[in-house]
């Protein structure tokens, strides 16, 4: 069975759609709040140009979701799929990121519990590459049962190479 990258996934209080470019004001105005981003390596990926980088990456990539809060039915954050290795039957969750007000929790655990279970019908481990200074990133990982694998050095959007942590929830 093939991988569907960008499915419509549902669940209490999110769902989630595959990412279309009609969505890019409304990810942009989640995403545009300096706060969302201080712990990230890319930390000004609120102003525009750095977020348009961002979003034609998350279109390019085939596997981006828009994520929307149920209740008001517009779009509060976005997350994607990225690097299928299909011979590892591994897949990388990343990119995510919340409007602050869905912080805390149970947005969060839903969002990768839709994923994961989503993920795991055809992988057997998912990855998650967090910046080494994103402690909140890093706890939020742990907190859905997240294990630390690896450090490694890997290129940002400017290729530079960047700390990163490694992250792993087997199947």
């Avoid at 209490?12 to 995403?31: C, V």
């Avoid at 409007?99 to 990855?127: C, I, P, Q, T």
Wanted: net charge positive.
């Amino acid at each position: 069975m093939k991988f569907d990258l960008q499915p419509t996934l549902e669940g209490n209080l999110i769902e989630l759609r595959p990412l279309a470019r009609e969505d890019f004001d409304a990810l942009f105005a989640a995403a545009s709040d300096p706060l969302i981003w201080k712990q990230h390596p890319e930390n000004d990926r609120y102003k525009r140009e750095v977020f348009q980088r961002y979003f034609d990456g998350a279109i390019d990539s085939k596997g981006a979701f828009a994520i929307i809060e149920r209740k008001s039915g517009r779009i509060i954050g976005g997350s994607r799929y990225c690097n299928l290795n299909p011979v590892e039957r591994e897949v990388e969750i990343g990119w995510t990121f919340l409007e602050r007000a869905f912080w805390g929790g149970s947005y969060n655990r839903e969002l990768k519990s839709l994923m994961l279970d989503h993920a795991f019908r055809f992988v057997d481990r998912v990855l998650f590459v967090v910046g080494e200074k994103n402690l909140r990133s890093q706890k939020a990982l742990q907190q859905i049962g997240a294990r630390f694998l690896k450090k490694a050095q890997l290129p940002g959007p400017d290729g530079a190479l960047r700390p990163n942590l490694i992250f792993v929830i087997r199947r």
